[in-house]
């Protein structure tokens, strides 16, 4: 074994990375946001989030794979060395180091941070956007950020204290919407929401005490609108500085819906009613 960590594939000439590799423990580091920001890249695990970044991600340093996963995923491997990124063999001890998942699929990416300023994630005359505000769960954040793509939003707006959009379980939750749709990061939420306006959104949030419903094919839901989420413990303030706070009904005796299923109500709401194709349906 040499000293920079790398063995030697059994039958080839080139060297497998172990965990020890510069390269490897360089990669390692970007589970910290810290280094995340300081260095401009992150990790993407998993065939889906690899084959999205692939395809869309405008910079993609470096492909990590095991011998089982390159097998398995000849096609991932191939399409990275046609676009002239890098594949490296690791040993599975060193995806294990690299994976924050019990199970590691073997298989990352050492991409370029996705995030756009928040008025080129808005250019284009919008018609859906989502704006997180103060959403702490990654998981959440990038199951919302899977659902906006899902229903067609413009844009994904991360305002204040919200998760990273580049943290490993978010990315993993967006199941490669990271790489679809434009996201930016706003520190002050205020300022998330001028954006909008200035883009020409109107600008929604949901209250349980609100007068008005939102519900699929309500004509005055129509027209360019992003949907304000708030944090999973208290959701949002009457101080926010929404243009209406609008309420999603509750039939059953549940006390209320968790964020995930609220934000795929509202922005499918949205979707449905100011969609040509849906209000002619």
């Given amino acids: 074994m040499s000293d920079t960590g790398d063995t030697q594939r059994p039958g080839a000439g080139s060297s497998v990375f172990t965990e020890r590799t510069p390269r490897v423990v ?11 920001t300081k260095t401009g890249r992150f990790l993407a695990e998993g ?6 970044a692939l395809e869309n991600a405008p910079v ?4 990590f794979v095991t011998e089982q996963a390159g097998s398995r995923h000849r096609g991932l491997t191939e399409r990275a060395r046609d676009r002239g990124v890098p594949v490296s063999t690791i040993t599975d001890k060193a995806a294990a ?3 924050e998942t019990v199970t590691p699929q073997g298989i990352l990416a050492v991409c370029g941070l996705m995030d756009v300023p928040v008025e080129t994630a808005l250019a284009g005359s919008p018609r859906l956007v989502a704006v997180l505000a103060g959403i702490t769960d990654p998981g959440n954040a990038g199951t919302v950020l899977r659902t906006a793509d899902a229903a067609g939003a ?8 919200t998760v990273d959009p580049h943290n490993g379980k978010c990315v993993r939750a967006s199941a490669g919407s990271l790489f679809h749709v434009p996201v930016a990061r706003e520190p002050e939420l205020s300022s998330a929401l001028r954006a909008c306006r200035d883009a ?5 949030g949901t209250s349980g005490t609100a ?10 839901l129509a027209g360019p609108t992003a949907w304000v989420f708030g944090s999973e413990a208290h959701g949002l303030s009457e101080a926010t500085g929404v243009d209406e706070f609008l309420a999603l009904p509750i039939h059953g005796r549940a006390e209320s ?12 709401t949205s979707a449905f009613t100011d969609r040509p194709e849906n209000r002619h349906a």
């Fill in 97 to 99: 180091g690299l994976s």
């Fill in 47 to 52: 065939a889906n989030a690899v084959g999205a």
């Fill in 211 to 220: 007068r008005r419903l939102a519900y699929p094919g309500a004509e005055w």
């Fill in 257 to 268: 819906l968790n964020l995930a299923a609220a934000a795929s109500v509202c922005l499918y």
């Fill in 154 to 161: 413009d844009a994904v707006l991360f305002a204040g204290q």
């Fill in 60 to 63: 993609v340093h470096e492909l």
């Fill in 200 to 204: 020409g959104l109107r600008v929604f």
């Fill in 26 to 36: 360089a990669a390692r580091r970007l589970i910290r946001r810290a280094e995340r």
